[in-house]
């Protein structure tokens, strides 16, 4: 074999089970699901055989050159084109779903017309029974003249026969042939074969026809419109691409004749009786938002559960323990905090979103792969439509609930760039993964008694405003919206969701999202820590307090967030409410840090490794005993050690409120910034941070100011001339985009 | 008959696609290519909750449309 790298790549029709291959091909972890466009960009991996080839897993599709070949958003699709114009891929491996074979042979046959190696691989053979087919295999190796091999790429049924073929592929020298699968009428192969000489000698068949169906989009007819043996045989109102796809089809089409012999369709029956249900007139609303309630209860639930059972262990292994041995061995001061509040503070943070999050991803993919994930896209498609977008867009806004970064990154799916835009805009007001700790930590302390509540209440609003976002992008201009809206959403079929793959994915997902965040809470923890033991002359506090240098921007800034209920005296949650622009993540670490700090300084590490072991142990086997409180909405969930510090005096509860309101709608972090730029553009990503935090801030305000003023008249007026100034900008915005555009047009031309 | 009336009164009947000649060009190539191609059988099974999209069944296979675009196909009644 050469020396230069051997690429096999995956290519087959959106959610067929390509990256299920591609994981048993390799010993990578991609993210699967059941649904349209999970994987957005090619992934390339070592085979787990030797490793001496190369998979790469490329994005589904149903077709190359599906669109017009100019439409810059398919990039996708583009560099998967690019890799077969230039034959980068020593073998293809066609994934095809056994169960609807007749429509995805297309893509077969056109990576045979364009003269590349395939392998054709029958997946969900496992599925064979249920659907009681009956395919000869043999029979349609001979029409395509592939090797065709049948594998469950779930199961891992038929894998070590694929490896071996591909082996035995790769090893045959490719023959030269001019063997095409499809046939043209006579006419249209001496055009094919004119345009082929036209194009010179690089061309091949695949770019004279790729040649011919891009002239079907150019304003003026090509020559060949006019050609009477052509125009004789296609159908007055057909273009080139009606004449092509439809005959390839109808060959497809006579080789099924021969290839299947036997129909059933018994899966139809149970997904129409779920699809009953779901996508109900009167319950598929009701349906979808208590599927979301749910999804977030057992993730709280859960995930706090194990929360409670592991932080005070790992507390005390990288917090206490440490602290002692500090102490013991006279370790500087400088040093003892950089190791307990810098980086073990750090490690306890990180770790403590884990169990949240890997309960919410777990939950996420379940119905991800139980196949309602796509019904809810189409529940929901006509909600979105008020805002002009399609319901791609809230499956990106849901993928924003577990983080913005991932949502963002999502929007990619959407096939128009404004839609895409709008969608980014809306992105911000998504409660992500970080933002529930806080809330859950805020909520748990002030609001006992409601905190499921409370949590509802500020998701509802975050969402609400993210419509209300949309609604006025499209009501000023600010985005316009496209005309020709077209829904072409593929409904998978239910299925069970299967557990191990949901825990491992879960897992790979939390890892990545903790591993992250700690490069980013591990500088912000030790500054904090030197920032808060410091004070302005430069001296180290023993107690932090007052005179720290934190303490003292944060107090500066009191005037600034005094309008929403903080004033100078919440300096900490103001430099939390700073510090969350970095990550969400890092908003609780900085409170633990200057409270526990004044609850429990540093000096204060008291008692023996064995005192330590027995007291954490003992609190983390009282939270196990607990469990049930944490699915209970009206008993006090278990909050840290730090959070007690808040009490009435400090702060009130409308004063929390109003700062929970301000963290659920201001800017997310820096990483959202970057992927909505990398997205949309540093233009869009600039606004989207303007406006998120004039939006929070004005409705924390708006909170404040209802709650203070105990006079619904007074608040009526209030929330009446608000509403009112609101459409006064937004009219404003309007005529001003209008006269702006108006300019900007070209002048009309007397007659 | 209203358009909300005629949509219903579809329901469960199954038509044979004559052509799609209606839709534009990138939408024609949409279909086409997820099997949506004429002289297919296609079912609309159901209408979601908020009016739009529908729900139609071809070739076994499940699928959401917007109502402009189920008006754009040219449809044969085969039977109910
Ligand atoms: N029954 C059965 N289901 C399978 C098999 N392989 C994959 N699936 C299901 O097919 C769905 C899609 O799997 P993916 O590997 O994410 O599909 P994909 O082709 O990579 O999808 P995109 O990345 O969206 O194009 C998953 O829900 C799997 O459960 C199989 O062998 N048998
Ligand atoms: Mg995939």
Partial sequence: MSSKEIRVGIIGNPNVGKTYLFNRLTACESCVGNWSGVTQTACKAKSKQGGHYEVLDFPGCHAIREYKPDIAHQDSVHDLEQQIDNNQIDVWLNVIDIEHLEKQLYLTVQLLEAKQRVIVVLNRIDRLPAISKNIDIQQLGKFLNTPIVKVSAKLGLGIRALQSTIEDHLNVEQQKHDHYPVQYHASIERLLTKTETQLGHQATRFSAWSALIASDYSEKPPAWHFEPAIAERMHPQHLMTDEMTLTRFEIIQRWMHHVVTKKAATRQHADKHWDHWFLHKWLGLPLFFSMMLLVFWISMGVGQLLQGVVEPLLRMLVIDVPGLLCRDFAVPQVMALLITQGIGLSIMTALSFFPILYVMFLALHTLEESGYMTRAAVVMDRLMRWCHLPGESLVALVLGLGCNVPGILATRHIPNHNDKVVTALMMPFMSCGARLTIFAVFSSVFFPQHAAVVLFILYVLGISIAVFTGILARYTGLVQATNAETYLLELPAYQWPSLTVGLRQAYQRSQRFVMNAFAIILPVCCILALCNHIDIQGNFLQIPGDQSIIASIGKGLGVLFAPIGLTAEHWPLIVSLLMGLLAKEVVISTLSIFYMQMTDPLQQTVGTLATLWQSNLAEALENAQRWYAYFLPFIQTETPNWALYFNQQHISPQAVMGYLIFTLLYFPCVSTLYATARQVGWRWAGFSVLWSTLVAYLCAFTYQMVVQIPLPLYDALWLISLGGLCYAVATGLKWFIRSKKAESAPPQVAP | ?80
């Fill in chain 2, 1 to 80: 008959m209203s358009e909300e009336a005629e949509i219903e009164s579809d329901i469960g009947k199954i038509y044979r696609i004559l052509s799609l000649r209606k839709c534009p060009l990138s939408q024609r190539v949409s279909l086409y290519t997820r099997g949506i191609i004429p002289g297919k059988e296609i079912r609309l099974r159901q209408i979601s909750p908020l009016g739009d999209p529908l729900i139609v069944e071809i070739n076994q296979q499940t699928f959401a449309i917007n109502r402009d675009m189920w008006s754009c196909f040219d449809l044969e009644e085969c039977r109910s």
